[in-house]
């Protein structure tokens, strides 16, 4: 859409239809899930302000909207964490207030994005409500997160929240076929991704996904046993791929999902289809309940790492409650 990766066309549209009328606002949250493409349409956003035409904007031909597609337009500011800090802190909100009260270059505003608005410390969250409780007229800021609850209340009173939801199957299996010609695993993939399209480029773009989900589907024994010292070898195994933690609880809990349903009568439901056989014997081996529970303690452990607590201790605490 206009250039870029968006899937929620009518959202954008509202966005884009207020921005042509001059009735958009100072600040956004765009709210929802890694890889729903929420930078992309904050940089649609951003195109759509910054453009010469904005009866048409983004008219996609002036060349503020040229400069704004390649990346190099002055008047969109990206702020991001300082190197090798978890957080964004005081300093790049600091640095983001004060060029914010330099006028536009070109037109008519000048758009600020925060990308990971998660790791917002609430002393920069503090800095930053200063400029939104009376900002320049010409001054957009959007904070990119997936989850606003993470964010001050104060802020989030004074912006607009725009929540992105997964989007429809079809549309997945639309782009996969457009952006993946040659992949031969689009069912899976629409299945697996969950209308997450960032999971489908994530998936595809990498040598040791499979491996990853054999040795995923292999620990729950694991962290379904009653034995404690297996609880241990869990967390250690998060440990060693805490990088990938977050995956690995999706896959824990689609593997789960799919030893309920083939518990349940339903194994037409079941989306880990090329491992059917292990999850017949996980299915045969726990009850519904037992995988039920152990889903509520992996989706826990998953708020728990969105909450920054070490991924070793959100898998011992899970497999732990599990046993
Ligand atoms: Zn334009």
Redesign the pocket.
């Known amino acids: 859409m206009y250039g870029y990766s968006v899937f929620h066309n009518k959202l954008m549209m509202t966005l884009i239809e207020s921005v042509r009328r001059n009735e958009n606002a100072n600040t956004y949250i765009f709210e929802g899930a890694q890889g729903l493409k929420k930078h992309d349409a904050a940089l649609l956003f951003a195109k759509s302000l910054v ?3 904005t009866a048409t ?6 060349p ?2 040229h400069e704004a597609q390649g990346g190099s337009h002055p008047d969109i500011v990206f702020v991001e964490k300082e190197k090798d800090k978890a957080t964004i802190g005081v300093l790049p909100i600091r640095d983001m207030i004060t060029e914010s009260l330099i006028k536009p270059f070109y037109n008519k505003h000048k758009v600020f994005i925060i990308n990971e608005g998660d790791i917002l410390t609430p002393q920069a969250q503090n800095a930053f409500l200063k400029i939104i409780e009376e900002p320049p007229q010409y001054a957009v800021f959007i904070i990119v997160c997936t989850n606003s609850q993470m964010l001050l209340e104060t802020v989030r009173s004074r912006a607009v929240t725009i929540t992105f939801t997964p989007v429809s199957d079809s549309d997945i299996r639309e782009y996969i076929k457009t952006t993946y010609p040659d992949e031969a695993r689009i069912d899976f993939l629409v299945k697996y991704s969950m209308g997450i399209p960032g999971y489908v480029d994530s998936i595809i773009g990498r040598d040791d996904f499979e491996t990853l989900r054999e040795e995923v589907l292999n620990l729950l024994p694991r962290l379904l046993s009653k034995n404690k010292s297996h609880a241990f070898e869990v967390s250690d195994y998060i440990e060693e791929h805490k990088d990938n933690a977050s995956e690995i609880y999706d896959m824990m809990l689609m593997y789960l999902r799919d030893a309920i349903v083939t518990a349940t009568g339903r194994p037409d439901k079941v989306i880990n289809t090329d491992k059917a056989e292990k999850i017949n014997i996980l299915a045969s081996k726990y009850t519904a309940s037992m995988l039920t529970k152990a889903s509520d303690e992996l989706m826990i452990a998953k708020k728990m790492l969105e909450r920054f607590i070490k991924a070793s201790a959100t898998a011992l605490h899970a497999a732990l409650m599990i046993k």
């Open positions: 453009c010469a035409n904007a983004p008219c996609c031909d002036c503020a909207c």
